[in-house]
Nanobody, 113 residues
Framework: QVQLVESGGGLVESGGSLRLSCAAS????????MGWYRQAPGKVRELVAS???????DYADSVKGRFTISRDTAKNTVYLQMRSLKPEDTAVYYC???????WGQGTQVTVSS
């Protein structure tokens, strides 16, 4: 059974930092590009960052230079380090192995102005 468990969300002031974690089942983690998505109220879910099995990364323009995605193969975990957070980063953040049907339960990030 595939498991994706996100953690690390919370309430932070504008300019602050958070680190999100996603612990994944080993098989799905080793075989797939992993992505972090977010969905704000009334908006479509969007891809924020992704990292391939080889470690190549890609970011949405809105977070470039502020967010860093990484993966720890020993822990089957993917991280999203978020810095210089803005109120517009407020959303539920989801972990998702690309090209699969699996999603985590999401973790809420709220950035106050």
């Amino acid at each position: 059974q595939v498991q994706l468990v996100e953690s690390g969300g919370g309430l932070v002031e504008s300019g602050g930092s958070l680190r999100l974690s996603c612990a994944a089942s080993g098989s799905i983690f080793r075989a797939n590009t992993m992505g972090w998505y977010r969905q704000a109220p009334g908006k479509v879910r969007e891809l924020v960052a992704s990292i391939t099995t080889g470690g190549s990364t890609d970011y949405a323009d809105s977070v470039k230079g502020r967010f860093t995605i990484s993966r720890d193969t020993a822990k089957n975990t993917v991280y999203l380090q978020m810095r210089s957070l803005k109120p517009e980063d407020t959303a539920v953040y989801y972990c998702h192995p690309l090209a699969t049907i699996y999603w985590g339960q999401g973790t809420q990030v709220t950035v106050s102005s």
